[in-house]
């Protein structure tokens, strides 16, 4: 049972990332929570985690290793390709993600090493343009059946949306940064007890960007370092569902002051979540948690971030073929004006459909508020998506993607801007 908890953890980040590309929640955190809530004990399958033998990927065996190769590309296009509330522009765009992934194949123990790139390509503004990769390796050791410790160690090249709240404003180039992780975790499971300690160290690099008005912004003021411990301690009350309690602690180190005139935003965080997880077998699963959180920053120019913490997952089955799932979750994030920090509230739904074996549907809907800490005025975005994804073979995917995003603001220039975006990808992915 243990083993199933702990590989959970490790690959949790990266099916993360995926469900983020995929339109099914907003997120602008990019830190990973340090202790994910685990909630599936196996009584339910989900539209998306349901195999497809006959038509999902087998890899190529090398060794004792299963090397998954993946290549996807599509044909995008954009209804405001700068992002910006006034003068926008539409543009076209090509997209390609080569994605290269080996597993080991061991009874005892895991270790799982993946590279990929994500390239954007603007048909007119070509400034747009994006060159992301990651690299990363994730590994469990088991120590007996009920011990296990987790390690993971990655690196990758993103970038920033400007619907974030955390971004520019009125900028030419998208803002990409560098991001380092080094993750440990230990989950243990004592008959009904479950205790889980995790750690980890974070860099960001954020690198300069040019304006509207072809100025270079230097973006040194926003580089960190993030470290992070956390425990759990879950209590199983039957089969079906537990209680538990979560306590973590984040000192950020930022390496320079905002701007001239701003302070570093350093700060110390501490955050405590108690609540519920649940399987019940035939109708749902998820887990609810819900805290308080304080954020103090080192410079007296900033006012303390403190207040309620959510973290909130619900997966509802109404028939085998569907998937319902709401998600809310309320934490605090670092700014970029004036603001040390806001608090992110973001309340998210999708569905996904299995109208043929092998076409599955989706439609999701998210909404997120921004609370600036020390300023007046909020952030709110809207965004809706639907797509379809049609399981042509084992070597073939094809996938389409519909997404409308709008973000208002109560002051701009202080809660960030005002704007909106459609954007379309279709395209196929080629696996083995």
């Not at 980040?13 to 995926?18: K, M, Q, R, V, Y």
Request: proline share 3%; glycine share 10%; charged share 20%.
């Amino acid at each position: 049972m243990i083993k199933r908890y702990a590989a959970a953890c490790v690959g949790l980040s990266s099916l993360w990332t995926g469900v983020a590309e995929a339109q099914i929640y907003i997120s602008n955190d990019p830190i990973d929570a340090v202790v994910p809530l685990i909630y599936n004990r196996g009584r339910n399958e989900s539209v998306l985690d349901r195999p497809r033998p006959e038509v999902n990927a087998v890899g190529v065996p090398l060794g004792s290793f299963t090397v998954l190769p993946q290549f996807t590309s599509q044909l995008g296009y954009t209804s405001n390709v700068l992002q910006t509330a006034d003068n926008q522009k539409s543009d076209a765009f090509v997209r390609f993600q080569p994605r290269l992934l080996a597993k080991s194949n061991w009874s005892l123990h895991s270790l799982q090493l993946e590279g990929a790139g994500d390239f954007v390509r603007y048909a007119d503004q070509t400034a747009r343009n994006e060159n992301g990769w990651s690299v990363s390796g994730r590994g469990r050791y088991d120590v007996n059946g009920d011990i296990a410790i987790s390690g993971q160690l990655d690196t990758a090249r993103r970038y920033e949306t400007q619907f974030s709240g955390a971004s520019l404003v009125n900028v030419l180039t998208i803002t990409p940064y560098q991001r380092s992780q080094a993750k440990l975790l230990g989950d243990a499971r004592f008959g009904r007890i479950r205790a889980v300690l995790s750690g980890d160290y974070t860099d960001y690099n954020f690198k300069s960007v040019r304006t509207l008005d072809n100025v270079e912004v230097s973006q040194d003021g926003r580089d960190r370092k993030v470290a992070r411990g956390a425990g759990q301690f879950e209590y199983g009350l039957s089969p079906d569902a537990g209680v538990f309690v979560q306590l973590g602690y984040t000192d950020t180190s930022y390496r320079l002051p905002l701007t001239f005139d701003q302070p570093s935003r350093s700060s110390h965080e501490v955050r405590a979540l108690a609540g519920v997880t649940f399987d019940l077998t035939a109708l749902m699963r998820g887990s609810f948690g819900a805290g308080y959180i304080t954020r103090n920053f080192d410079s007296a120019a900033y006012k303390t971030a403190k207040g309620l913490t959510i973290d909130a997952r619900l997966e509802y089955f109404p028939t085998p073929l569907t998937t319902a799932t709401l998600a809310v979750n309320r934490t605090v994030q670092d700014a970029t004006l004036a603001s040390g920090g806001f608090f992110n509230t973001t309340t998210a739904f999708r569905l996904d459909h299995e109208l043929l074996r092998t076409l599955l549907l989706n439609y999701a809907v998210s909404y997120e508020v921004d609370t600036y800490i020390g300023i007046p005025g909020k952030a709110k975005i809207g965004q809706v998506s639907g797509g379809a994804r049609y399981l042509m073979n084992r070597l073939l995917t094809g996938n389409l993607d519909l997404t409308y995003a709008n973000r208002k603001s109560d002051f701009v220039g202080v809660n960030g801007p005002r704007l909106s975006e459609f954007r379309a990808l279709v395209g196929v992915a080629i696996h083995r």
